[in-house]
Nanobody
C-alpha cells in the first residue's frame, strides 16, 4: 500500500519560511517522482513543484521559483519543499503526490497540510 504523509504546514507571517515534508512508503515503482500541489479555497488545484527521486531533476512553478526549493532524501524516502519569502497568496492546502518517473496527474496522494500566510 502506497502511503504519502505530508507535514510541516503552519500559520506563518508574510515573509516567513516553512519546510514541508512528504514521507513516501510502499511505492510500486523503482523510479518515481513526487510532486507538490496546492489548492486554495475557491480556486483550482495548481502545480507547485516536482522532483524525480531517480535522477534528481526538479521543476518549480514560475510564481514560486526563487522562493521555494524542492529536495529529496532518498535514504528516508522523504521529499521536502522549503518555502521562503512566503506571501498571503501562498495560503492553501499543500498536497504531495507520486507518479512513475515524472509528475503528471498524481497516481497516489497524501492527505494534505495547511499553510496559512497571514499577519
Amino acid at each position: 500500500e502506497v502511503q504519502l504523509v505530508e507535514s510541516g504546514g503552519d500559520l506563518v507571517q508574510p515573509g516567513g519560511s516553512l519546510r514541508l515534508s512528504c514521507a513516501a512508503s510502499g511505492s510500486p515503482y523503482d523510479g518515481y517522482a513526487i510532486g507538490w500541489f496546492r489548492q486554495a479555497p475557491g480556486k483550482e488545484r495548481e502545480d507547485v513543484s516536482c522532483i524525480s527521486t531517480g535522477d534528481g531533476s526538479t521543476w518549480l512553478a514560475d510564481d514560486v521559483r526563487g522562493r521555494f526549493t524542492i529536495s529529496s532524501d532518498n535514504t528516508k524516502n522523504t521529499v521536502y519543499l522549503q518555502m521562503s519569502m512566503l506571501k498571503p497568496e501562498d495560503t492553501a492546502v499543500y498536497y504531495c503526490a507520486l507518479d512513475e518517473f515524472w509528475c503528471s496527474s498524481g497516481e497516489f496522494w497524501g492527505q494534505g497540510t495547511q499553510v496559512t500566510v497571514s499577519s
